[in-house]
């Protein structure tokens, strides 16, 4: 997909927008409203509670990797409710092709304008994972009215190569322990080179979506950035208590004993609030923070420890690229084929995770083990849409490495199984994903590939039991 046809694309569709009013619920999430336009299309949906059409609000717009919209519609709705904005969270952008997500993007953005009063001079996107990277795309493709991106665990789209400085703002959001950490720094690094607005969170987590609180604190900073280019009058109170909010972060991190996020910290402080109010008690801290202890050795210290994690991080990496290839090739050796994915070593690297002895080593061995499985996944789904099933099956075997009881994985297996024409497998593996808690009965009675297997009574009670899993809530 290249880039320049996204842009057109979305850029028509701010033009033939007209915004009107409907009656949605106030102050709830709404888990799908239906486009007027493209059959199939739709969205999560939250209007804050005093929303009305007389005024325009400004927009989130999110994308989950799973097409799950209810989900960052819910992560987003705390601050969404407390700032006033509409949340419009796709329920069809999903890791995958990606003229799919393209479709999504335009679809919401089209039918969105269209029913509610949206500000389109404070527009912005949220995503996590290959949702992330498609709230970057978002962003990219509408420059000039997207003001602010927050991406978590995920950084620019592979296919969109950016040469000048975006126009938007961006906060990031990522764990030490995420696999696409990295990436985040380098995305963090990238606008910081072109000079424009950028915060990058680092959390304790893995890859997973963030809480509403690091949400809460990215949209806080959003404001912070409106008011700063004038799209927000200035507000003493709001500048006051965000102010107070980041030195009290400061003074939790300075308690914690971690001296060297504390002076990165206040260092952030100082230049988000320059210039809006009285940072004397900031500059303050920062030169006490200075005196405290040799900063510079502390920081050379700190960046040597993340190019040992990213040097670790790369080797290990390059094990997995090599199953790739292997599996990717059509010439492939089986043994050399076993022997590169016997490399990956899980047992070794679920050791390091669990250890205690080298903080390090673990960070590096959790991030693998979580890329272990998101690539297997991937690789799988790709092989599949290929009609490649022995391909598909050996990435799900390295999926399966990261997770052994991870459900999914074997409703995969079974679906990929039957695409191979083995309803002897394909049964054991629907067997062992309803065993494992699988509970989305509609995605098994919804999938081609079972439709040979549907006469089987083995299919019937292996449908039951996941009906049962739905119907007692068990997910």
Not at 228 to 234: I, N, T, V
Not at 250 to 264: D, F, H, M, P
Not at 350 to 366: F, H, L, N, P, T
Not at 377 to 403: C, H, I, M, T
């Amino acid at each position: 997909m290249k880039a320049r046809y996204v842009i057109l694309g979305l850029a028509f569709l701010v033009a033939v927008a007209v915004a009107k009013p409907e009656g949605f619920p106030r102050g709830q999430v709404v888990s799908r409203v239906d486009c007027a336009g493209p059959p199939g299309q739709s969205y999560a949906l939250y209007l804050p509670t005093n929303y009305g059409a007389l005024k325009k609000w400004p927009a989130i717009f999110a994308f989950d990797p799973m097409g799950q919209g209810s989900r960052p519609a819910g992560l987003l709705q705390p601050a969404a409710e407390k700032y006033g904005y509409i949340v419009v969270a796709s329920n069809n952008s999903r890791n995958g092709p990606v003229i799919d997500s393209v479709e999504a993007m335009q679809a919401v953005w089209i039918d969105s304008r269209a029913r509610f009063s949206i500000d389109d001079k404070r527009i912005y996107a949220v995503g996590f994972s290959g949702g992330a990277r498609t709230a970057m795309r978002f962003g990219l493709s509408l420059s000039g009215r997207v003001r602010g991106v927050l991406p978590a665990g995920g950084g620019l789209p592979p296919d969109m190569e950016v040469k000048s400085p975006p126009s938007f703002a961006v906060y990031g959001i990522v764990g030490i322990r995420d696999f696409n950490y990295g990436e985040m720094k380098d995305l963090d690094r990238r606008w910081a080179g072109w000079g424009v607005p950028h915060h990058l969170e680092v959390t304790e987590q893995e890859h997973r979506w963030p809480s509403q609180e690091a949400f809460l604190r990215g949209i806080e900073w959003m404001e912070l950035q409106a008011i700063k280019s004038g799209s927000l009058p200035p507000n003493a109170e709001l500048l006051g208590a965000l102010f107070a909010a980041r030195l009290g972060r400061v003074r939790e991190l300075r308690k914690a004993g971690n001296i060297t996020a504390a002076y990165l910290e206040s260092e952030s402080v100082l230049q988000d609030f320059q210039g809006l109010c009285d940072v004397s008690e900031a500059e303050a801290w920062r030169s006490e923070l200075q005196k405290s202890a040799d900063i510079n050795k502390l920081l050379k210290r700190e960046k040597k420890r993340e190019a040992e994690r990213e040097q670790l991080d790369a080797r290990l990496t390059a094990r997995l690229g090599a199953a790739q290839a292997n599996i990717a090739s059509s010439t492939a050796d089986p043994a050399a084929l076993r022997k590169s994915i016997n490399a990956l070593d899980i047992d070794s690297l679920r050791r390091e995770a669990q250890s205690g002895k080298d903080e390090d080593r673990r960070i590096v061995a959790v991030r693998q083990i979580q890329r272990i499985l998101v690539v297997g996944f991937e690789d799988a789904n790709f092989y599949f849409g290929q009609q490649d099933p022995r391909r598909a099956l050996k990435s799900l075997e390295v999926a399966a490495l990261g997770q052994p009881q991870n459900p999914e994985i074997q409703f995969l297996m079974a679906r990929t199984w039957a695409l191979d024409h083995d309803e002897r497998n394909a049964l054991k593996a629907l067997a062992k994903a309803a065993e494992l808690g699988f509970s989305s009965p509609e995605r098994i009675e919804r999938e081609p590939a079972f439709a040979p297997l549907r006469q089987d009574p083995r299919y019937a009670e292996t449908l039951a039991k996941i009906r049962a899993h739905s119907e007692s809530g068990n997910h």
